[in-house]
């Protein structure tokens, strides 16, 4: 299987199911070798299953490619540790880090428990975190050993961690906390070969399939914008050597659009040269939103 990520070896996190599974066989028709991951939990992120990964490891065989399952939690840190040592143990190295994995507890806010907050902060922002972490141990003792490496890391943010979401401020939260952990891991790593993007994907899912229902089924004919399948040419790509030049970004894809997602800039601003009076601020307040852009609306707001 040749392509454009040929000979590359890829972790893909919650790659049983979903957008997960469809980066997993993309990678793998474009000649990555591929290590799923994937704990096999509910999406409401209880219990465990190997199936998942296993069976996505043994469509990679049927096409003809290399891979192997990997069920270990990717915010447990020595489990994210175990993760990436199985890309070095099973093929010898490692070259992208694709973050996917998480799954939603939805809730407003004043219904949240702290059990739901902590268990969704936990599997998607440490989640993200614990396996960069370890990659960038290995790529950065790499580096600084003489080699020269060209590796990817491709996280996974949200329309709802950039507008925010109604109903998801733990999900939005975590989401939010994934991009500008990306920018920052863009800004590291950058000098040891590494770069860093993010990607926030509308598509068919189990969570989103929870939250809207009929609007995510495919159509009876014509092309099908909601299938995951969609997402991942954009992340295949990221993750080859032709994307170098790309990072600390953030892109939205949804069917067959794929956008910049642009972030927080610095705004108009007004300096007095001395300590504002709490009567003055108002006034300048007021007239630096209105020289400032209108800001997105939150998902789900009135």
Not at 92 to 114: C, I, K, P, Q
Request: charged share 20%; with cysteine; glycine share 14%.
């Amino acid at each position: 299987m040749a392509g454009i990520c040929e000979g590359r070896v890829v972790v893909v996190t919650g790659a049983g199911r979903g957008i997960g599974r469809e980066h997993a066989l993309a990678f793998a028709r474009e000649g990555a070798r591929v290590i799923v991951n994937d704990l096999g939990v509910t999406a409401a992120g209880t219990g465990a299953d190997t199936d998942p990964a296993q069976q996505v490891v043994n469509a990679i065989h049927a096409l003809g490619g290399a891979a192997i399952a990997n069920t270990d939690d990717v915010a447990d840190w020595e489990g994210a540790r175990r993760l990436v040592q199985s890309a070095l143990d099973g093929f010898g190295r490692l070259d992208v880090l694709v973050n996917n994995a998480g799954f939603v507890r939805d809730r407003m806010l004043f219904t949240t428990s702290e059990e739901e907050w902590d268990a969704v902060i936990r599997v998607h922002l440490k989640g993200h975190f614990a396996v960069t972490r370890h990659a960038s141990e290995y790529w950065r003792g790499r580096s600084k050993g003489g080699d020269a490496l060209d590796a990817r890391i491709v996280n996974t943010t949200s329309g709802a961690g950039l507008m925010g979401s109604v109903g998801q401020g733990a999900y939005s939260a975590a989401k939010g906390g994934i991009a500008a952990l990306t920018l920052v891991t863009a800004a590291e790593m950058g000098r040891y070969g590494v770069t860093a993007n993010a990607i926030a994907p509308a598509a068919r899912t189990r969570m989103t399939e929870e939250v809207f229902g009929d609007r995510m089924q495919a159509p009876d004919s014509g092309f099908d914008v909601n299938d995951p399948a969609n997402i991942s040419p954009l992340v295949v790509w990221l993750g080859s050597s032709e994307s170098a030049d790309v990072t600390g970004r953030v892109f939205e894809v949804e069917g067959g659009s794929i956008s910049v997602a642009d972030g927080w800039q610095h705004g108009p601003g007004l300096d007095k040269g001395a300590r504002w009076d709490p009567a003055e601020v108002g006034v300048v307040v007021h007239k630096l939103l209105a020289q400032a852009p209108t800001p997105a609306p939150v998902y789900g707001a009135q």
